[in-house]
């Protein structure tokens, strides 16, 4: 099992570009989150999907969107892109709602110029 | 609403001295916790969690936490800390049944040769 696996690694962008950032996991699981780690804010939730086709907003959901493709992937969506959403994503998932661990992805590097 | 303070943004510690991570949280109901660690470059993954039954949980490579209900606490202790235990160091909450965690802002734990 790859467990979760999220493209790309690193990605520079120019203010005002769109991107898209891909994860997917292979555990079967139900839920998947997308997260955003700054320096000392740890990590803040931006959007989750509690099962396919359902998605739902976190803490900090403005400027981006996402979509529940199937039950293995979720991506999130920056449609034109800030400096202020220079960060490192984590994508994660999890099983049964009684096993409670979430399982993350290696991050995405992303950087706003 | 519940919420996570960890105390400590770093701990330096020497190697083969013990180490204590604090952990407070905040819940008006009945929560589940967890610590979570995050060695350099990589995605976070799980130390050791709290559901039920024994406060103390130990974790396969020494670390252990001790949930204290009523000062609402999850410190996390490990008698002998080795240079390998560098990392970043997250507590984290869920509220029983719920599908979200909420993070702490995390602990970076320097081991000191």
């Known amino acids: 099992n790859a467990g979760v696996t999220q493209t790309p690694k690193f990605q520079v962008l120019k203010t005002g570009q769109s991107m898209t950032l891909q994860c997917a996991q292979d555990?079967?699981?139900?839920?998947m989150y997308w997260y955003r780690q700054d320096p000392g804010m740890g990590l803040r939730l931006i959007y989750y999907s509690a099962s396919e086709g359902t998605t739902d907003k976190g803490e900090v959901p403005n400027g981006y969107n996402v979509s529940r493709l199937n039950k293995r992937e979720f991506s999130l969506r920056l449609e034109s892109a800030a400096p202020s959403q220079t960060s490192v994503y984590f994508c994660?998932?999890?099983?049964?709602?009684?096993?409670?661990?979430?399982?993350f992805g290696p991050g995405t590097r992303l950087t706003v110029t | 609403a519940q919420s996570v303070t960890q105390l400590d943004s770093q701990v330096p510690v020497f190697e083969e001295a013990p180490v204590e991570l604090r952990c407070n949280y905040s819940?008006?109901?009945?929560?589940?916790l967890f610590w979570y660690v995050q060695y350099p470059n990589q995605g976070l993954q799980l130390l050791l969690k709290y559901l039920s039954g024994s406060t103390l949980v130990k974790s396969i490579n020494g670390f252990e936490a001790e949930f204290n209900k009523s000062q609402t606490s999850f410190h996390l202790r490990k008698p002998s800390v080795h240079i390998s235990d560098t990392a970043e160091y997250f507590c984290?909450?869920?509220?029983?049944?719920?599908?979200?965690?909420?993070f702490g802002k995390g602990t970076r734990l320097h081991i000191l040769p």
């Open positions: 984290a909450v869920t509220p029983n049944r719920d599908d979200k965690i909420i």
């Open positions: 819940s008006s109901v009945s929560v589940y």
């Open positions: 555990m079967n699981h139900n839920s």
């Open positions: 994660a998932s999890k099983g049964e709602l009684t096993s409670y661990e979430q399982y």
